[in-house]
């Protein structure tokens, strides 16, 4: 049995479908040649196009239709050789031409689906129900002046990819592992940058409960939630909410909601007094979007490796444990980087100095993988120093954290720091010889049987040696002198 | 199928044009008179008949993603009847909208 | 040397070439016939300082022997054409002070062909009417006049500003569009030639549009010849139309004295309306006749659609303008009427004051047949009829390579008639209206008068993007109908 609510009249069982808005990655707008930058200066990346203009029409990105081509690619979804263009319309005011140019009928991307992995390791398949392109809105800026708003256009007409699931999705956490796995996929494949706080991506959550084994209830939609653990918070919030509403006699009505962060519930949108009737039709000055099966099949050559084929071949080619596989292709960059390191080396050894020395470094210096102080060329070449025995793993550390601070190489950081191993058997011998002559009292428990204390022993030496002892001969050596 | 003046004055609200109640009176008669005109489509047997959008029978063409256009947003906002700019830069200014 | 206002294109330019007439002297005679004739109310905004302006340059390029193919051809420009730093209306209120940023295509191609811009033609309101009657700046006088009666008569619509301009010799040609007749039924009003080409051969790129799948630019002209070398100049691929057509312009002048030998013209039967006029029957026939003398062959054919165009019409027009006039919401450029309220009054105010009576109607209806509940009824039911009106033509190309109909079913009207209710006024566009749901060239041509002594004209369907069949028919009509009458009004 999945996620259960525990009611004071039974259980209950939650029933979510996530709508997730993707900012299509392109240089230019769905249907015009103005710039989609972040952070520009208020309506100067607005054409005549985007702001309505009397006269202007609309010509389709071809990357933009690319980046729905692949992401459908990447869900494993159906692509439709044949969609439409439909106009939304509806006023408002960021709203240039009165209506909104989406994909109602016939979206470009049907039938797919995403596999989540869940904390207890069970694998879900969550269904995929479609995906279509639409324009993005521009903003409003209310806090500006007293009595008015303010418009701002520049992100009216960038490209959105709408991706629907259907309402497969059963507790909190496979939400979250849904857009988890999402955003990923949508990152792995370079159609959206995922970038939650600055709107690349954001959640539309319906979400109803239902007594196990029901038909479906009523749902409500939570609109616009903009991270992951916030998703997580308002399926959760608002399931309890509308068990709350079953069990004390009411019945839920269907209605679009807004998450409270701050106090962690939901509350119900203003409702507008006007009624709602988009009137889609086909947009008259698009044509049918007809695609060439010969571009889709390049496309889907061109491919990159998705995260759970790549965690695949990890497990396979690197012989990684599931749980490292996973943790490394989390980011392709990250997971690009970690065969950068472990291309020809031991590639265990490479995972754990990814996962543990570089992580920490990262968090420690606030920088993420693409701008890690240390490449993955550099970190190489410091396992290889470890591989010939040039350092020891310990004395590697050292070495990583001068990298990290001071970007050196680590070959030039061990020369000028004299860390070079020593495999001199008389430098050991010597230091051997000094260390049980200074602990004579525990070389004759040793020899009394206290095994354990070979290990004093060979810490005392390497300490003796500034770390710089190779293992395996100071081992050697002190057997020998202890006989 | 007969509009109502509920009817008439809701599309009138979907198309934000205000009408007053006389209005409705007389564009209920317009109305009405049109669809009754229209409706003779319904003679027309059209079943298995493939809707047909536009004029032209051809695919859609995609343009490069390259950026062509921007920074002209005093271009863009020439013609505003209500244009604000302070420090963040230059908009076009509505009644505030409460969401 | 006849007067300059009397001149063809064709001869104008011939004049121009050889430097018997400057561009200065031609523009400046029908500037001064704009001004002297603006009783008729043909052009909104006349640009005489910038046509002084084009003709000089054009002469210079004449002096330098530099001729572009409309070099010093004074026209008139529909204002639904966006012109750049030239105030553009629609003849709308709610455009009130909207000055473009931007050139249309066409206009474009018709200033870098060297031609002069006169001025902006009125029109009804966003190209919705057959009057001209729906102006926000006033009803448009059709130069012509009916043997003994002094009324005013309408000269058609939507282009009727760019017809009585050229039809008065206030310029030698215009720009117009149509959408349902808007070139046609005011060029058949005016004893003037109008052609829509095919649909995509013209950029709709800058002209304001009203229902995007019907709409087409094309010229007005006095004669056939000056009509094709007009289009031949607006024509050509635009990337920034995504229906545009990708196809090569030919020569269209060149096929005007082509002939009509071993051509079949298609005579539909469904034309033969009941309570037609006796002139037009005849003046069909006679056409028909024409064309059979210069050794084509006459087949009567069969669009048994035709009747359903003009309901079918009047879905997918105001649907698509409910649309596409949206954007009129006193934001971004135009009218604003601020009630005081919040921004949904602001829209509700702004549009009710802006948009005449004729316009709000096609609004309403276009967002009532889009509505939910309605939409397969009305809004689907339409394109399938669309879908079988462009099927009846596919056939008969298999049996014909030209179409000639009448191109109304009467002659101009006087102001205020027709207007009691408007589906009277909605019947003028009903010969022409087919061409437009399947995309089809058209072209009027005068070919007689009626009993009034008004002009009739008579239409030519072509083929999608064979305007030169429907030029060489209407050539061979023009010939052959010899129609030398003058409007009662001229410079």
Same mark, same amino acid.
Not at chain 1, 18 to 26: C, Y
Not at chain 1, 131 to 160: C, F, M, W
Not at chain 1, 410 to 439: C, M, S, W
Not at chain 1, 467 to 480: T, Y
């Given at each position: 049995?999945?996620?259960?609510?525990?009611?004071?009249?039974?259980?209950?069982?939650i029933?979510?479908g996530?709508?997730?808005?993707?900012?299509?990655?392109?240089k230019?707008?769905?249907?015009?040649?103005a710039?989609t930058?972040?952070?520009?200066?208020?309506?100067?990346?607005?054409?005549?196009?985007?702001?309505?203009?009397?006269?202007?029409?609309?010509?389709?990105?071809?990357?933009?239709?690319?980046?729905?081509i692949r992401?459908?690619?990447?869900?494993?979804?159906?692509?439709?050789?044949?969609?439409?263009?439909?106009?939304?319309?509806?006023?408002?005011?960021?709203?240039?031409?009165?209506?909104q140019?989406?994909?109602?009928?016939?979206p470009?991307?049907?039938?797919?689906?995403?596999?989540?992995?869940?904390?207890?390791?069970?694998?879900?398949?969550?269904g995929?129900?479609?995906?279509?392109?639409?324009?993005?809105?521009?903003?409003?800026?209310?806090?500006?002046?007293?009595?008015?708003?303010?418009?701002?256009?520049?992100?009216?007409?960038?490209?959105?990819?709408e991706?629907?699931?259907?309402?497969?999705i059963?507790?909190?956490?496979e939400?979250?592992?849904?857009?988890?796995?999402?955003?990923?996929?949508?990152?792995?494949?370079?159609t959206c940058?995922?970038?939650?706080?600055?709107?690349?991506?954001?959640?539309?959550?319906?979400?109803?409960?239902?007594?196990?084994?029901?038909?479906?209830?009523?749902?409500?939609?939570?609109?616009?939630?903009?991270?992951?653990?916030?998703?997580?918070?308002?399926?959760?919030?608002?399931?309890?909410?509308?068990?709350?509403v079953?069990?004390?006699?009411?019945?839920?009505v269907?209605?679009?909601?807004?998450?409270?962060?701050?106090?962690?519930?939901?509350?119900?949108?203003?409702?507008?007094?006007?009624?709602?009737?988009?009137?889609?039709?086909?947009?008259p000055?698009?044509?049918p979007?007809?695609?060439?099966?010969?571009?889709?099949?390049?496309?889907?050559?061109?491919?990159p490796?998705?995260?759970d084929?790549?965690?695949?071949?990890?497990q396979?080619?690197?012989q990684?444990?599931a749980? &490292? !596989?996973?943790? @490394?292709?989390?980011e392709?960059?990250t997971?690009?980087?970690?065969? =950068? *390191? /472990?291309?020809?080396?031991? $590639?265990?050894?490479?995972?754990?100095?990814?996962?543990?020395?570089?992580?920490?470094?990262?968090?420690?210096?606030?920088?993420?993988?693409?701008?890690?102080?240390?490449?993955?060329?550099?970190?190489?070449?410091?396992?290889?120093?470890?591989?010939?025995?040039t350092?020891?793993?310990?004395?590697?550390?050292?070495v990583?954290?001068?990298m990290?601070?001071?970007?050196?190489?680590?070959?030039?950081?061990? &020369? !000028?720091?004299? @860390?070079?191993?020593?495999?001199?058997?008389?430098?050991?011998?010597? =230091? *051997? /010889?000094?260390?049980?002559? $200074?602990?004579?009292?525990?070389?004759?428990?040793?020899?009394?049987?206290?095994?354990?204390?070979?290990?004093?022993?060979?810490?005392?030496?390497?300490?003796?040696?500034g770390?710089?002892?190779?293992?395996?001969?100071?081992?050697?050596?002190?057997?020998?002198?202890?006989? | 199928?007969?509009?109502?003046?509920?009817?008439?004055?809701r599309?009138?609200?979907l198309?934000?044009?205000?009408?007053?109640?006389?209005?409705?009176?007389?564009?209920?008669g317009?109305?009405?008179?049109?669809?009754?005109?229209?409706?003779?489509?319904?003679?027309?047997?059209?079943?298995?008949?493939?809707?047909?959008?536009?004029?032209?029978?051809?695919?859609?063409?995609?343009?490069?993603?390259?950026?062509?256009?921007?920074?002209?947003?005093?271009?863009?906002?020439?013609?505003?009847?209500?244009?604000?700019?302070?420090a963040?830069?230059?908009?076009?200014?509505?009644?505030?909208?409460?969401? | 040397?006849?007067?300059?206002?009397?001149?063809?294109?064709?001869?104008?330019?011939?004049?121009?070439?050889?430097?018997?007439?400057?561009?200065?002297?031609?523009?400046?005679?029908?500037?001064?016939?704009?001004?002297?004739?603006?009783?008729?109310?043909?052009?909104?905004?006349?640009?005489?300082?910038?046509?002084?302006?084009?003709?000089?340059?054009?002469?210079?390029?004449l002096?330098?022997?530099?001729?572009?193919?409309?070099?010093?051809?004074?026209?008139?420009?529909?204002?639904?054409f966006?012109?750049e730093?030239?105030?553009?209306?629609?003849?709308?209120?709610?455009?009130?002070?909207?000055?473009?940023?931007?050139?249309s295509?066409?206009?474009?191609?018709?200033?870098?062909?060297?031609?002069?811009c006169?001025g902006?033609?009125?029109?009804?309101?966003?190209?919705?009417?057959?009057?001209n009657?729906?102006?926000?700046?006033?009803?448009?006088?059709?130069?012509?006049?009916?043997r003994g009666?002094?009324?005013?008569?309408?000269?058609?619509?939507?282009?009727?500003?760019s017809?009585?301009?050229?039809?008065?010799?206030?310029?030698?040609?215009?720009?117009?569009?149509?959408?349902?007749?808007?070139?046609?039924?005011?060029?058949?009003?005016?004893?003037?030639?109008?052609?829509?080409?095919?649909?995509?051969?013209?950029?709709?790129?800058g002209?304001?549009?009203?229902?995007?799948?019907?709409?087409?630019?094309?010229?007005?002209?006095?004669?056939?010849?000056?009509?094709?070398?007009?289009?031949?100049?607006?024509?050509?691929f635009?990337?920034?139309?995504?229906?545009?057509?990708?196809?090569p312009?030919?020569?269209?002048?060149?096929?005007v004295?082509?002939?009509?030998?071993?051509?079949?013209?298609?005579?539909?039967?469904?034309?033969?309306?009941?309570?037609?006029?006796?002139?037009?029957?005849?003046?069909?026939?006679?056409?028909?006749?024409?064309?059979?003398?210069?050794?084509?062959?006459?087949?009567?054919?069969?669009?048994?659609?035709?009747?359903?165009a003009?309901?079918?019409?009047?879905?997918?027009?105001?649907?698509?303008?409910?649309?596409?006039?949206?954007?009129?919401?006193?934001?971004?450029f135009g009218?604003?009427?601020?009630?005081?309220g919040?921004?949904?009054?602001?829209?509700?105010?702004?549009?009710?004051?802006?948009?005449?009576?004729?316009?709000?109607?096609?609004i309403?209806?276009?967002?009532?047949?889009?509505?939910?509940?309605?939409y397969?009824?009305?809004?689907?039911?339409?394109?399938?009829?669309?879908a079988?009106?462009?099927?009846?033509?596919?056939?008969?190309?298999?049996?014909?390579?030209?179409?000639?109909?009448?191109?109304?079913?009467?002659?101009?009207?006087?102001?205020?008639?027709?207007?009691?209710?408007?589906?009277?006024?909605?019947?003028?566009?009903?010969?022409?209206?087919?061409?437009?749901?399947?995309?089809?060239?058209?072209?009027?041509?005068?070919?007689?008068?009626?009993?009034?002594?008004?002009?009739?004209?008579?239409?030519?369907i072509?083929?999608?993007?064979?305007?030169?069949?429907?030029?060489?028919?209407?050539?061979?009509?023009?010939?052959?109908?010899?129609?030398?009458a003058?409007?009662?009004?001229?410079?």
């Open positions: 049995m999945g996620y259960i609510i525990e009611g004071r009249t039974g259980p209950w069982e029933v979510c996530l709508e997730v808005h993707a900012q299509v990655i392109s230019s707008k769905l249907f015009s040649g710039a930058s972040f952070g520009a200066a208020p309506n100067t990346q607005v054409s005549f196009v985007d702001a309505a203009f009397p006269g202007m029409l609309p010509v389709p990105n071809r990357e933009c239709i690319a980046q729905a992401t459908g690619l990447g869900l494993k979804a159906q692509i439709n050789l044949w969609s439409r263009f439909d106009r939304k319309n509806y006023f408002y005011a960021d709203l240039p031409a009165g209506y140019i989406s994909q109602y009928q016939h470009i991307v049907g039938r797919g689906e995403i596999t989540v992995e869940l904390a207890d390791g069970t694998r879900r398949n969550i995929i129900t479609r995906l279509h392109l639409e324009q993005d809105a521009g903003k409003s800026l209310h806090d500006q002046h007293p009595t008015k708003s303010y418009i701002d256009l520049n992100r009216a007409g960038v490209a959105l990819m991706i629907v699931s259907e309402p497969d059963r507790s909190p956490e939400a979250g592992a849904y857009l988890t796995k999402l955003r990923q996929i949508l990152r792995y494949l370079g940058d995922g970038n939650m706080e600055e709107g690349s991506l954001r959640a539309d959550v319906n979400i109803s409960v239902r007594r196990p084994g029901e038909g479906y209830r009523t749902r409500c939609e939570v609109k616009n939630v903009n991270s992951i653990r916030f998703v997580m918070q308002a399926v959760e919030a608002e399931a309890r909410r509308q068990v709350e079953w069990e004390s006699g009411g019945e839920v269907q209605e679009t909601r807004l998450f409270d962060p701050a106090r962690g519930v939901t509350r119900p949108m203003r409702t507008k007094e006007h009624a709602h009737d988009y009137r889609y039709f086909p947009d000055d698009l044509l979007l007809e695609l060439d099966p010969e571009w889709v099949e390049e496309l889907r050559r061109t491919l490796e998705l995260p084929a790549k965690a695949e071949r990890f396979r080619d690197y990684l444990s749980y &490292d !596989a996973r943790v @490394l292709v989390a392709r960059a997971a690009d980087y970690f065969e =950068a *390191v /472990a291309r020809g080396r031991d $590639a265990k050894l490479a995972a754990n100095w990814v996962m543990g020395e570089l992580f920490a470094a990262l968090n420690r210096t606030g920088r993420t993988i693409e701008t890690s102080p240390v490449s993955a060329d550099a970190l190489g070449r410091l396992l290889d120093l470890i591989a010939d025995e350092i020891s793993g310990r004395i590697a550390k050292q990583f954290e001068e990290v601070e001071t970007g050196a190489d680590p070959a030039a950081i061990v &020369d !000028a720091k004299g @860390l070079r191993q020593v495999k001199d058997t008389g430098a050991i011998e010597a =230091a *051997v /010889a000094q260390v049980l002559a $200074a602990n004579a009292e525990k070389v004759a428990e040793y020899k009394a049987g206290k095994d354990k204390l070979f290990g004093f022993f060979v810490g005392q030496v390497m300490k003796a040696m770390g710089k002892g190779n293992p395996a001969l100071v081992n050697e050596v002190l057997k020998r002198a202890l006989g | 199928m007969s509009l109502d003046p509920e009817t008439v004055r599309i009138a609200d198309a934000r044009i205000a009408v007053t109640e006389d209005e409705v009176a007389r564009l209920q317009e109305l009405n008179g049109i669809l009754a005109w229209i409706e003779q489509l319904n003679e027309v047997a059209t079943e298995g008949v493939e809707p047909q959008t536009g004029a032209v029978r051809m695919p859609l063409r995609l343009r490069d993603d390259v950026v062509t256009e921007g920074d002209q947003h005093d271009a863009i906002l020439a013609n505003a009847p209500d244009r604000a700019d302070n963040l830069g230059s908009f076009f200014a509505v009644p505030k909208v409460v969401e | 040397m006849s007067k300059p206002t009397d001149l063809t294109i064709a001869e104008a330019r011939d004049l121009l070439s050889r430097r018997a007439l400057s561009a200065r002297e031609l523009t400046e005679a029908h500037l001064s016939a704009a001004e002297r004739l603006s009783s008729l109310n043909a052009f909104i905004t006349l640009t005489a300082e910038r046509a002084l302006r084009d003709a000089a340059r054009s002469d210079e390029r002096a330098r022997g530099e001729a572009r193919p409309l070099e010093g051809i004074p026209l008139g420009i529909k204002d639904l966006c012109t730093g030239i105030r553009t209306t629609a003849a709308s209120r709610i455009l009130d002070g909207f000055t473009p940023p931007y050139e295509t066409v206009t474009r191609k018709l200033w870098e062909a060297g031609a002069v006169l902006k033609t009125n029109l009804d309101e966003f190209a919705m009417g057959s009057s009657t729906t102006s926000a700046f006033g009803h448009v006088v059709n130069p012509w006049r009916r009666d002094n009324r005013d008569l309408v000269p058609g619509g939507s282009s009727g500003g017809a009585a301009a050229v039809a008065a010799r206030l310029c030698l040609g215009a720009t117009a569009t149509d959408t349902g007749g808007s070139i046609r039924q005011p060029a058949a009003f005016t004893g003037t030639v109008g052609i829509k080409p095919t649909y995509g051969r013209c950029s709709r790129w002209i304001i549009a009203f229902a995007s799948s019907l709409d087409q630019a094309g010229p007005i002209a006095r004669t056939v010849r000056d009509a094709a070398i007009l289009l031949r100049a607006m024509s050509g635009d990337p920034k139309d995504s229906t545009s057509a990708d196809v312009v030919p020569d269209f002048e060149a096929a004295g082509r002939g009509v030998q071993g051509l079949k013209i298609g005579v539909p039967k469904e034309y033969r309306l009941s309570g037609m006029s006796a002139a037009i029957i005849s003046l069909w026939e006679r056409g028909a006749a024409w064309l059979r003398e210069a050794g084509a062959e006459i087949r009567e054919i069969s669009l048994p659609h035709t009747k359903y003009l309901p079918c019409y009047y879905i997918i027009a105001p649907a698509e303008a409910s649309s596409n006039l949206a954007r009129y919401d006193g934001v971004r009218l604003r009427v601020d009630p005081g919040d921004l949904d009054d602001l829209y509700a105010a702004t549009r009710a004051a802006g948009f005449g009576a004729e316009v709000r109607r096609r309403l209806i276009g967002t009532y047949v889009l509505s939910a509940g309605y397969d009824a009305y809004y689907l039911k339409a394109q399938k009829v669309r079988l009106i462009a099927r009846d033509f596919d056939r008969a190309w298999a049996e014909v390579d030209a179409i000639l109909t009448p191109a109304t079913p009467t002659s101009a009207f006087a102001i205020g008639e027709k207007q009691d209710d408007p589906v009277t006024m909605y019947l003028n566009d009903v010969f022409t209206v087919t061409a437009n749901l399947a995309g089809l060239p058209g072209i009027s041509v005068p070919a007689g008068l009626d009993e009034g002594g008004l002009p009739l004209g008579l239409q030519v072509g083929r999608p993007f064979d305007e030169e069949t429907v030029f060489a028919v209407a050539g061979a009509i023009e010939r052959a109908a010899g129609f030398d003058l409007p009662a009004v001229r410079a």
